[in-house]
């Protein structure tokens, strides 16, 4: 269940923790008084006790030697009768007639010895009540330790919950004795008092105990809301009889317990922690918690000795009282507790008021004998050479020792910075070392393996990993002591690197294993968190982006991450973050140009494939060209000459663009080749190419390509397209498109795809003038410019009809200058193929 103060600003925290604490001290502050100065308890320095078979009078005992009722006369065994000629009916009424006396006062006492009364005047003094005065001062300890770590960190819930303790430690203890009367004191005051009493036994079982079944080690049982539910049950049943007016119908043991049942509940709780210490507390982590346990030892010994000796001495407050003050020992619990917070920052609590005094302290005593130094001496030389007027003399003297002693100042500076500020020193040493290395790193192993080095040397950790993750890339790390299946996260939106990118804040981690519940990530990388043994991730941004963390383990001096801690890692990351981008940046350089130098021979590959020049064929005036929208592209024509007599003209287009339509490009090449010497007819030649490639291509791949066979010795062109696009054939004056059906290859099996294919025989015209025959790719047609209109059929059939006397090579000039022109600035977009073929 979330506590309603996470959804408050430190602010508001902090601003409700102090109402309380002045609210408690307030009320505590009035009984004190009450307890200790205005209602203080009298002292006649001996014990009473009640007569037996109900006869009048106290039977005297204990009489303190030398005593104010020793040297008025009384001993042991005298009867007091009457006070100040009242006579008594019990104890609690003898109290009653002596308490308001003030100290030094006599009261008149009457007593009975051997049958014979006198009289006697006994010197009133005041008791200290030892006992009371040792839980406020616990209580008062708690509190102020409480408040200062609340104070220090108010949106930890650890910090929260100490603090509630402190509060109500400070108000049940406070509390725990009254002396309080609704005939005599104001009713405010009366119900305040037993209101807050009855409110803090009710608090202080559930507190006293729960907060050990969580601290140092959370225990499953205590998250149980039967458990807490009983814990809760349990400290109403021993408060509730206490709102019974006549309580003699309990037994005298029973209410004692009651009473005492803040207490108890107290040392049960320590007796808890000690158990929990030697039973469940790792051996490393038992060095932070020592001082609470010698605290919580002394302070149970401290309840057992009080026990002990006012169960053998009921009187002892009375008697002897300074017996009672080794009690006040308990109230060493919250010492160690303060301790081993500022101590070991057992709570991320960082107490520096201490080394700050003593470091103001000795700074300001080296700057005064720095000054004194400058100006003593400075007199001196004046003094001497005799020239005490010569103003300007002395300040040149001034300046010369200031100079002088400047490089001494700063070295006992340095100094003393080492001596009470070692840690930050060495932090300062490792970035700026690790500053002057960052840009003598390139590589991206490296940097990371510099950064695991750095933070394992300077904070003294075994377990330490730079998690870098990429949408792209995926997760990459390089660690010391963690697995690396630990360090591989998702990007999940319930992953721990999405909790990253939205909180842009480090993540404690050390309590994930015990309060899986604490961390708000999908199992998977809660499970990866809790083996990986990581405590506090910090994580890396570069201009409010999470490009990794950094992970590390527990220090091995057994110390929690102070705010220091984490500053320095977050420094260390935002540094190594732009390193990192650096050498990704770098890496995709190089791999660029591998890939440009690679793309390049690729290219020289594909050119060499292709016709190296025109062919000069008898009868046919030929021109060929491809342009590629990349440095390869998939595009292709090529020119077989199959006999002196027959050229096969082929023109195809692999879908796609590119290094993988280049590929298929190049297998195509091949297969078109092999076929064009086996097989006599176009159709046939395409038949064997589709049953080739057909089971080796990607079903979202496919090519399209025409194939024209010109047979001089029979005077005609076979032409077969494969769903390519239909040539333009020019012939007296005309020109218009070849008609032909025919799918691409690869789409479709042998027997499908041949049925699909229409072979065109067309007579060539070589009498009546010349005949032309223009093949292209889309990538002509489709050329597009900025405004994303097309080049277009139209404007193809209209350039070669404007151009048709032109020669083959000039005619494919100009289409490809048109289109050169029309895209304009524009990106090309397709692969580029025109071959024109004209007969004479």
């Given at each position: ?22 609210v ?11 307890i200790?100065?205005y ?50 009916q ?49 209580g ?17 819930a ?13 108000f ?13 004191d ?134 002897n ?26 709570m ?36 001497f ?20 002693f ?89 992953g ?6 939205h909180?842009h ?59 220091e ?36 021979l ?20 030929v ?38 339509a ?65 040539a ?82 000039e ?30």
């Amino acid at each position: 269940m979330k506590s309603p103060f996470e959804k408050f600003s430190p602010r508001v925290i902090r601003i409700v923790f102090t109402a309380c604490v002045l609210v408690i001290v307030g009320i505590v502050t009035v009984n004190f008084l009450d307890i200790m100065v205005y209602k203080a308890l009298s002292n006649d320095q001996c014990g009473w006790l009640p007569r037996a078979q109900g006869e009048p009078g106290l039977l005297i005992t204990e009489v303190l030697d030398d005593g104010v009722t020793h040297k008025a006369g009384v001993r042991d065994g005298d009867i007091l009768l009457k006070i100040n000629g009242i006579e008594l009916q019990n104890a609690a009424h003898a109290m009653g007639i002596i308490n308001p006396m003030a100290p030094g006062d006599f009261a008149t006492y009457t007593v009975e010895r051997d049958g014979v009364q006198f009289e006697t005047q006994v010197e009133i003094l005041k008791a200290v009540n030892m006992q009371y005065l040792a839980f406020v001062i616990l209580g008062a300890g708690f509190l102020l330790v409480g408040y200062i770590v609340v104070m220090t960190k108010p949106q930890g819930a650890v910090q929260r919950v100490f603090g509630w303790y402190g509060i109500i430690a400070m108000f049940v203890f406070g509390l725990l004795v009254l002396n309080v009367n609704p005939a005599t004191d104001p009713q405010v005051k009366f119900w305040t008092l037993v209101a807050g009493a009855l409110l803090s036994r009710l608090l202080a079982v559930p507190m006293f105990v729960l907060f050990f079944l969580n601290f140092p080690v959370r225990y499953p049982l205590a998250q149980r809301w039967w458990f807490r539910g009983l814990i809760i049950f349990v400290g109403v049943l021993l408060t509730a009889p206490l709102l019974f007016v006549n309580q003699t119908s309990f037994p005298g043991f029973v209410l004692g317990v009651m009473g005492l049942s803040p207490l108890l509940a107290f040392i049960a709780g320590l007796i808890v922690f000690v158990i929990v210490y030697f039973r469940r507390v790792e051996k490393q982590t038992r060095v932070q918690l020592r001082p609470i346990l010698i605290g919580a030892l002394t302070g149970i010994a401290s309840f057992i000795y009080v026990s002990i000796v006012t169960s053998s001495n009921p009187f002892i407050l009375f008697t002897n009282p300074w017996m009672l003050s080794p009690g006040i020992l308990i109230a060493t619990v919250p010492v160690a507790f303060g301790y081993s917070i500022f101590r070991y920052r057992l709570m991320d609590i960082d107490l520096i008021i201490k080394r700050s005094l003593i470091y103001a302290a000795v700074t300001t005593s080296i700057a005064a004998i720095y000054i004194l130094t400058v100006y003593g001496v400075g007199n001196l030389i004046a003094y001497f050479l005799g020239t005490e007027e010569d103003k300007v003399l002395s300040i040149i003297a001034l300046v010369l020792i200031a100079f002088a002693f400047d490089p001494i100042k700063r070295r006992v500076q340095d100094g003393i910075d080492k001596v009470f500020y070692r840690e930050r020193v060495n932090y300062q040493s490792a970035l700026l070392e690790f500053s002057r290395e960052l840009p003598t790193l390139i590589n991206l192993d490296q940097i990371l393996h510099s950064m695991v080095n750095r933070i394992s040397t300077t904070m003294h950790v075994e377990k330490v990993a730079v998690v870098l993750c990429d949408e792209k890339e995926g997760c990459y790390s390089v660690s010391q002591g963690v697995d690396e299946l630990c360090c591989e996260f998702d990007d999940r939106s319930d992953g721990f690197f999405n909790l990253l990118r939205h909180t842009h804040t480090p993540q404690s981690l050390a309590l994930v294993a015990e309060e899986p519940e604490s961390l708000k990530v999908n199992d998977t990388d809660k499970s990866k968190i809790i083996a990986s043994g990581v405590v506090l991730a910090v994580p890396m941004f570069l201009k409010d982006k999470l490009i990794g963390t950094i992970n590390v383990g527990p220090k091995m001096s057994g110390k929690v991450y102070s705010q220091e801690d984490i500053d320095l890692l977050t420094t260390v990351g935002n540094q190594a973050a732009i390193a990192v981008e650096n050498a990704r940046l770098h890496k995709s350089e190089v791999e660029r140009q591998k890939i440009e130098e690679e793309l390049s021979l690729a290219r020289k590959i594909q050119q060499g494939l292709l016709p190296k020049a025109n062919p000069t064929f008898p009868g046919l005036d030929v021109a060929g060209i491809s342009i590629p929208a990349r440095s390869v592209g998939g595009d292709y024509f090529d020119f077989i000459e199959l006999s002196p007599k027959k050229l096969l003209v082929v023109v195809a287009d692999v879908s796609g663009k590119g290094m993988s339509a280049a590929l298929y490009m190049s297998k195509i090449q091949g297969m078109v080749q092999l076929a064009a010497h086996l097989y006599h007819s176009p159709k046939e030649m395409l038949v064997n190419v589709n049953r080739r490639i057909y089971d080796g291509i990607e079903r979202k791949s496919f090519i399209t390509m025409i194939l024209g066979l010109f047979d001089m010795e029979k005077n005609e062109v076979r032409i077969c397209r494969a769903g390519h696009n239909k040539a333009l054939i020019g012939s007296n004056g005309d020109l218009r498109h070849l008609e032909g059906a025919g799918i691409g290859l690869g789409l479709e099996r042998g027997p499908v795809f041949e049925s699909k294919l229409e072979e065109v025989v067309q007579p060539l015209n070589r009498s009546g003038g010349s005949g032309l025959y223009v093949f292209y790719t889309d990538g002509v047609t489709e050329t597009m410019n900025n405004q994303r209109a097309d080049f277009g059929e139209e404007r193809v059939v209209n350039l070669i009809k404007s151009n048709r006397n032109l020669s083959a090579h000039e005619l494919q000039e100009s289409v490809v200058r048109a289109t050169e022109e029309f895209r304009g600035a524009a990106e090309q977009h397709d692969d580029l193929t025109l071959v024109v073929v004209k007969t004479s």
